[in-house]
């Protein structure tokens, strides 16, 4: 079965950068017509020209803050006027944190959570009639870090915690109504959330990843495309009848303790 979005509405969140711009990219390819959000206009233009240049379908822009009220607001209201409904919610936003409970403060915790899960519980409320009325569906962009236990890993790990919970909370409330809730767990991939975190450069931030690399059972980090690929396959009516699922896409990592690197960058 081939994969189209043709004349489906998807709207994607942090699709300014990384693993958001390769979901983007993809579903354009498909022949979706996008929404995408972010803080960074310039970035958001840059990925809606490689996103029409694929099919000749110009994405609509947002720029929206998330972790606020009004972003969200924001975010539904625009999308829902400018195409008039809404087939498939990406909330892949977030920001990391590299922290533990010696040296952690409140605004760390309220950074992390507001836009990982605050943000993600409210734009995902606001459009839940809409996608009711579509029957459409919604993949939340999660971690493994939400699952595996690593010093350093406070509170992001927390953060993703919950939204896998909260997966599948919304995947059972929703099910009968047809709307399908799932989440893709990626491990190490290559984007700027290290770079955000730790103001590694492109060259220590390489080096890093090669450390990294070497604790990947497969031996080989991520890129957005393999993460961009399972969303669009749970999106799709190739899972149909799959829902609350939370899946993997880390090359094993989830199975050994690779995610101690993460602990040198605690501050
Ligand atoms: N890379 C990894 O190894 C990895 C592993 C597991 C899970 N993840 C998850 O993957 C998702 C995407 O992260 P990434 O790795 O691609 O990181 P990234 O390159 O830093 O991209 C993050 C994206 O989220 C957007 N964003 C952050 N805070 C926002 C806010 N308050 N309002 C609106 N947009 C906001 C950013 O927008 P602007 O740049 O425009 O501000 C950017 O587009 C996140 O949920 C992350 O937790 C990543």
């Avoid at 029409?52 to 975010?75: H, M, N, R, W, Y």
């Avoid at 459009?127 to 690593?150: C, D, F, H, R």
């Avoid at 599948?168 to 700027?192: C, F, H, Q």
């Amino acid at each position: 079965m081939e994969t189209t979005f043709d004349n489906k509405i998807v709207l994607v969140t942090g699709a300014s950068s990384g693993i958001g711009e390769a979901i983007a990219l993809l579903f354009a390819k498909c022949g979706a017509k996008l929404s995408l959000v972010g803080r960074n206009e310039k970035n958001l233009q840059d990925v809606a020209a490689r996103c029409a240049a694929e099919k000749g379908i110009q994405p609509f822009i947002i720029v929206a803050d998330l972790s606020t009220d009004e972003g969200c607001e924001k975010t539904a209201k625009d999308t829902l006027a400018h195409y008039g409904r809404l087939d498939v919610l990406v909330n892949n936003a977030g920001i990391s944190a590299r922290t533990c409970i010696q040296v952690t403060d409140m605004k760390i915790f309220d950074d992390v959570f507001n836009t990982d899960v605050r943000g993600v519980y409210n734009l995902t409320r606001l459009l839940v009639p809409a996608l009711i009325e579509s029957k459409g569906n919604i993949v939340n962009i999660s971690s493994i870090s939400g699952t595996v236990v690593v010093v350093g890993s406070l509170p992001y790990g927390m953060a993703k915690a919950a939204l896998d919970h909260f997966t599948r909370l919304v995947a059972l409330e929703l099910a009968p109504k047809g709307v399908r809730v799932n989440a893709v767990s990626p491990g190490l991939t290559v984007s700027n959330i290290v770079k955000r975190i730790t103001g590694y450069t492109e060259e220590e931030y390489q080096n890093w990843l090669k450390k990294g690399e070497k604790t990947v059972p497969m031996g080989e980090v991520c890129v957005g495309e393999d993460i961009a690929k399972m969303v669009v396959h749970l999106a799709s009516d190739h899972s149909r009848l799959v829902t609350g699922a939370i899946v993997q896409v880390d090359g094993g990592l989830q199975f050994c303790g690779g995610l101690n690197i993460y602990s040198e960058q605690i501050k």
